[in-house]
């Protein structure tokens, strides 16, 4: 067992630097697996997404990102509206408010 204290939150900095150290040959998967009880396939997992993190810091529009993360945004507040609409109507009861009229009373207002 090693000697460094068990993590028991990964933050992003402490992945990217275990990460670093096996890109640099310093430490192998299998030793961060087995040094911080961790699972072969969740190092892997951080590796594929340092990978993939890499690869986005290389392209040349950036800006392609940003669209992405506004999409997503937008699509979350949909679902999120969806989601108070839901809530209102069953307050509400089935009976006297229907998830549709709500939205175009939304939609409306």
């Known amino acids: 067992m090693s000697n460094e204290p068990t993590v028991k939150h990964w933050t992003a900095k402490r992945k990217a630097a275990v990460v670093m150290d096996i890109f640099k040959g310093k430490i192998t998967v299998a030793e ?15 590796i594929e997404e340092a990978q993939r993190s890499m690869e986005n810091g290389f392209r040349a ?16 507040k949909e679902a999120l509206g969806e989601a108070h609409l839901q809530i209102y109507a069953l307050k509400k009861g089935s009976s006297q408010i229907s998830v549709k009229r709500a939205r175009r009373v939304r939609q409306a207002g």
Do not use: M, N
């Open 32 to 46: 961060v697996a087995r040094q911080h009880d961790l699972t072969f396939s969740e190092v892997e997992g951080w």
């Open 61 to 76: 529009r950036p800006k392609d990102i940003r669209k992405q993360y506004a999409s997503d945004l937008r699509e979350t």
